[in-house]
């Protein structure tokens, strides 16, 4: 059931209602219900694959309470960790990297002259989230063992932990510190959060349908037909890619915390204005805030951080950057994506500049940005949206392809749609974007902070319109995100 | 949560009202010509409408339509005479040409082309074989006066008959039309999930067209196709068909030559076109270049035969 479906705008407010108004006695019948419920809505994609989830939720419950159990003996703890990480990459490995694994295996041999049959590959679908729930997954029993939580002894709880439906397929990727202390404590109905949830969703709702599903059909069109266009018609088709990806996953992010929400529950932030980066690194800290946090504390960190040597820190960026580009899918075209993101992130490193940023946003006291930090804003968007032409591409081949077009055939020739559609249109509505997400930069989680009740109103009024204009009933709509 | 409930209901009315000005202001909607059941059998467009139809969304195909006084769009008023030369195309939708200017037609642009000739549309959504040789026969009078008769099919689709019925042309929920925001919603398919979880329900599930084991399914269209001709005999010098011959399965055109059966092909010129489109955004109904291509193929025929004059 994705978040943009007819179903889910049924099972939402019955969910909801049932919630607060029929199981709102207990903290276990309200969790019975998120359970049952992120069950059934995982269950519309394919039921089949909820026996993966139920496992890694078994296996990391029990790995949890052995760590704990085994307190005094590191050694042993460490061994039950292994199980957890083993257990939960070998999911990842069958359903998600094996035939990449196969292919290039093969690939290698042909290399050298020797031709190995293609049976070795296996005909399985990648579940849906899969990527997302077995990071969560493991990051409670790495807390565990870090002795950064208590394990919980509430099978039922820590379920929900797994499932919770909100951000069970694309996240955000939670610690069990603050999403498992939530659901294991009784949450209130409050009316503020409830608000400020449905706002979340409106704009995550806006973001996928009007910027992302927008510009879908033209990115899709420039990238299957890239040896016909010329390079600036590349360049538009990359640039609206950025602007969809963002669309699309920040969207979902927004919808799943506004949901979560609606329950009591508050996930953290995963989007945080990127586009606003004046680095790569502060790019980094705002793009995907979940999954970065996640491999800084669980594997950046314990490589040594940048507590180590100048060169030890920079080969640990690099295996970041690697591991997280092969996250996000089977395929070298994200190696890369991950390899180029490193190129453009050490030098930042070693100019120390990696965190000056970390606290403050693009024109942090002023209206509008400097020309300096305008140039840093365009610069930063510049290598970011590059980095994309082999995040969207379908193969390494296609991508240099890509950019050897951009390079030779560098000149503008107006870009017609296939479909006719009008450019201008699209323009209009990046532009007005752009500018409307500056004016809410400082806050991520509330996108309608205006005092005047009448602003406000307006401005509801203004998505709900600009949806309408845009939304297009022909093509899928499923959220990129769900590939990963 | 009672005062969030009451507020959402608040925000949801004003939502509706300040959206449904807005996209009557903009006029984002289509007018969609009335319906009534005329004297011979056929649901008709009431006389002498006018309005714009809108297709796609933000506008982007924007169009006035006039229902002349026989109920079809047209500049022309229809009224043939003995001695005027006048063609009538009978046919869907695509004839019918909501989803352009009505002074902008295909039969105004063979029209331009040949002179001393007036051309009539009779056309209608899903108006097939039956429904025209229907119309034809119960307007006898009227279309002996007509010179030459052109019969639009969209092969398989408008041979699932093999005999006249009338096709009920009342709008599911009329009172929905009288918002135009649900009337843009059902327009740009934003409520087509929900019509499909209706479906799914089996409420209002479409018909299926009944399977007879004893035929294949292309030799029961050119049954029905033969039935048809033969209970509305038509003389073979006074008609074509416009077809277009993509995708269609050769027995039919086999069927054709072998009856002598006269018929008029865009379909090579739309595969001549390429890449370039054909139809609308959003729509498949030809856009104005998709109509000059049969509107030429339409003159190419009619000069062929000596049909009006090159201009």
Redesign the interface.
């Known amino acids: 059931m994705a978040f943009n ?3 889910f705008f ?1 099972f939402l407010p019955l969910i909801f209602l049932l919630y ?1 108004f029929v199981f709102n006695k207990k903290i276990k019948t309200q969790n019975v219900l998120i359970l049952i419920g992120s069950y059934f809505f995982y269950s519309l994609w394919d039921w089949r694959f909820l026996f993966l989830i139920l496992a890694s939720t078994i296996v990391d419950y029990f790995v949890g309470i052995l760590i704990n159990k085994n307190n005094e003996n590191r050694s042993v703890q460490k061994k039950w960790l292994w199980v957890s990480v083993i257990f939960n990459v070998s999911l990842l490995g069958l359903f998600k990297y094996y035939n990449f694994f196969a292919d290039s295996f093969m690939d290698m041999f042909q290399l050298f002259g020797y031709t190995i049959k293609s049976t070795w590959t296996l005909n399985i679908i990648l579940p849906v989230g899969i990527s997302f729930y077995t990071f969560q997954t493991m990051s409670y029993s790495l807390d565990i063992y870090y002795k950064k939580i208590k394990p919980t002894k509430d099978f039922l709880s820590f379920a929900t932990f797994v499932a919770f439906f909100p951000q069970l397929v694309a996240g955000p990727i939670e610690r069990a510190s603050n999403l498992l202390s939530q659901i294991t404590n009784k949450r209130e ?1 409050n ?1 503020n959060q ?2 400020e949830g ?1 706002k979340l969703i409106l704009w995550g709702l806006f973001k996928k349908m009007v910027i992302a599903d927008g510009v879908a059909p033209i990115v899709d069109d420039i990238f299957a037909n890239y040896d016909t266009y010329p390079g600036l018609t590349l360049i538009f088709g990359v640039t609206l890619f950025s602007f969809q990806v963002y669309g699309d996953f920040s969207g979902y992010s927004d919808i799943a915390i506004g949901t979560a929400k609606l329950f009591g529950i508050e996930l953290i932030s995963n989007f945080k204005f990127p586009h606003f980066s004046r680095n790569v690194a502060e790019y980094w800290q705002r793009w995907h805030v979940s999954l970065s946090t996640w491999f800084r504390h669980y594997v950046y960190i314990p490589l040594g951080g940048s507590r180590v040597s100048k060169w030890k820190s920079v080969r640990n960026i690099c295996i970041i950057f690697l591991i997280s580009g092969f996250w996000h899918g089977a395929n070298w075209t994200f190696i890369f994506w991950g390899g180029f993101h490193a190129l453009a992130y050490i030098p930042v490193f070693l100019l120390g500049r990696n965190t000056i940023y970390k606290n403050n946003v693009v024109g942090e006291n002023s209206f509008m940005p400097s020309i300096t930090e305008i140039g840093q804003l365009l610069l930063t968007f510049s290598i970011v949206t590059f980095s994309r032409i082999f995040f969207r591409s379908e193969s390494l081949s296609d991508a240099f392809g890509f950019i050897t077009r951009i390079i030779q055939n560098f000149e503008y020739l107006p870009y017609h749609h ?5 450019m201008i ?1 699209y323009f209009i509505l990046l532009f007005f974007f752009v500018l409307y997400e500056y004016r809410i930069r400082k806050d991520e989680r509330n996108p309608f902070k205006f005092k005047s009740k009448i602003v406000r ?1 307006i401005i ?2 203004v998505v ?2 600009t949806i ?7 093509f899928d709509r499923s959220f990129i995100y769900f590939q990963f | ?1 009672i ?2 409930f009451k ?2 209901f608040i ?1 949801s009315i ?2 509706f009202l ?2 449904e000005l ?2 009557r202001a903009l006029h ?1 909607y289509s007018d969609v010509p009335k319906w009534y059941l005329a004297e011979d059998n056929i649901y008709k467009r009431v006389p002498s409408q006018n309005g714009y139809t809108v297709y796609g ?2 506008r ?1 195909v924007f169009s006035e339509y006039r229902i002349n006084k026989a109920g079809y769009n047209s500049y022309h008023e229809f009224n043939p005479t003995e001695q005027g030369f006048e063609i009538a195309i009978l046919g869907d939708s695509f004839i019918e040409g909501l989803h352009q200017d009505y002074y902008n037609s295909i039969g105004r642009k063979v029209e331009r082309k040949l002179a001393n000739i007036k051309i009539y549309e009779y056309g209608y959504p899903e108006f097939d074989l039956a429904d025209q040789l229907h119309l034809m026969a119960r307007n006898k009078k009227l279309f002996d006066l007509v010179d030459f008769i052109i019969l639009e099919i969209k092969y398989p689709v408008d041979l699932l008959r093999n005999e006249y019925a009338v096709k009920d042309r009342e709008l599911a929920l009329p009172f929905l039309r009288h918002s135009k925001l649900l009337v ?2 059902l327009d ?3 409520i ?3 019509k ?2 209706l479906r799914n329900f089996d409420i209002g599930q479409e018909p299926t067209i009944p399977n007879r084991s004893d035929l294949t399914k292309d030799s029961l269209y050119i049954a029905n196709l033969e039935n048809l001709l033969a209970k509305y005999p038509l003389d073979k010098k006074q008609w074509s068909f416009l077809i277009d011959s993509r995708g269609v399965n050769p027995i039919f055109i086999d069927f054709l030559e072998k009856e002598n059966i006269e018929y008029i092909d865009y379909g090579p010129s739309f595969k001549k076109a390429g ?1 370039r ?1 054909t139809t ?3 729509d498949r109904h030809w ?1 104005d270049y998709g109509r000059t291509l049969v509107a030429r193929q339409i003159e190419k025929y009619l000069s062929g035969r000596q049909i009006g004059n090159n201009l």
Do not use: C, E, H
Request: charged content about 10%; proline content about 5%.
């Open positions: 479906s007819i179903q049924i607060w109905f009316y409830t608000v449905i296939p479909n006719g559609y009008r249109d109103f509801y009024a709900l319109f309408l204009l845009f939304y297009d009933s022909g | 949560m005062s969030l507020k959402i925000y004003l939502i300040t959206l807005l996209v984002l969304n933000r982007q843009y919603m740009i398919g934003m087509d999930p929900i499909n979880v890449n489109p609308l955004v959003f856009n």
